[in-house]
């Protein structure tokens, strides 16, 4: 999911020579160097492009600030002032160029962006949230106005993909990440997700779509049905046994190993990979974690993972 991260050493490594972390996604040569390290190491089949899934509303003008040990602060939401600056999303666009340059030829290049309900949801909070209250009060008592919003960011988020598809990217992603926290998972997640997927399918026909709705649960069926994506993301909680009953053989589907068990290594992990892989013989399959690979995850454990996958080809 995040492949190019806090648990390898030469990632803090250029993390410090860039800065903050903003610093760090916008400057194209590192934030091209994060990305190429776990290929450089581990040899993955795709990589995917190192940025945040906060760019988005950065570029529309929220500010924006990582604080250390404490995750993203954005400023006051003023629904009518956001207008896109995409001098930000062309830097980004330049990673994707210098990373296309450098990656071997036999390696995909995952380009991607937050989905709207999730971008939406941290510009209302002004960051992270358990819960998301502030977010779910907001669409449930001023849709309309919310919705404006969520079509403020469908706008910049089409414009910011497309900028990455033509500087090389070959799959999208869209990372709903609080997709389960959606008061009305019809109208603010699939809709909008829906509407970037029909206009990216109609430029790009050949750029496969990968949607990954976290806590979706039993939406993913109609997630699945109504939104066009050609694969689907599991997070660590859906029960392979189900997706595969319940979710349509069209689809393919990655995950949903629980991160975890990377942590823990050892025999655990081993047959949680092998419960993924043995799901995984039934249709077309991207391995992959459930969620985001932790920062205190040892190398050795991923290194585990990658021969214990590759052998049972």
């Not at 991260?5 to 860039?18: D, F, H, V």
Request: one cysteine or more; charged letters at 20%.
């Amino acid at each position: 999911m995040r492949q190019a991260g806090r648990y390898l050493p030469e990632y803090q490594q250029t993390r410090t020579k860039a800065g903050s972390f903003l610093d760090l996604v916008y400057h194209p040569e590192l934030a091209a160097e994060v990305t190429l390290q776990p290929i450089r190491r581990f040899g993955f089949d795709a990589a995917i492009l190192f940025s945040d899934i906060l760019v988005v509303p950065h570029l529309l003008g929220q500010t924006l600030t990582f604080q250390e040990g404490e995750g993203p602060r954005l400023g006051p939401l003023d629904i009518k002032s956001l207008v896109p600056d995409y001098k930000k999303s062309d830097l980004v666009a330049e990673t994707v160029r210098l990373v296309k340059q450098q990656l071997p030829a036999d390696c995909a290049l995952i380009g991607f962006a937050g989905s709207p309900f999730t971008v939406a949801a941290y510009m209302v909070e002004g960051g992270g949230s358990a819960v998301f209250d502030k977010t779910r009060d907001f669409s449930r008592r001023q849709p309309a106005e919310f919705e404006k919003l969520i079509d403020k960011i469908i706008t910049a988020t089409l414009d910011y993909l497309e900028g990455q598809i033509a500087a090389g990217a070959e799959v999208i992603q869209l990372f709903d990440s609080h997709a389960g926290h959606a008061p009305n998972f019809q109208r603010w997640v699939i809709e909008p997700t829906a509407a970037i997927t029909m206009i990216l399918k109609a430029k790009y026909p050949h750029v496969p779509i990968i949607g990954f709705p976290r806590g979706a649960g039993l939406h993913l069926p109609a997630y699945a049905a109504h939104t066009g994506v050609d694969a689907i993301g599991l997070d660590q909680s859906v029960k392979l046994d189900w997706a595969l009953e319940h979710l349509p053989k069209r689809v393919t589907l990655q995950g949903n190993l629980d991160p975890q068990l990377l942590i823990k290594g050892g025999a655990e992990l081993d047959a949680g990979i092998d419960a993924v892989l043995a799901a995984a013989r039934t249709r077309p399959w991207i391995f992959n974690l459930g969620h985001g690979i932790d920062k205190t995850t040892p190398i050795a454990h991923v290194e585990q993972l990658i021969n214990r996958v590759r052998s049972a080809k």
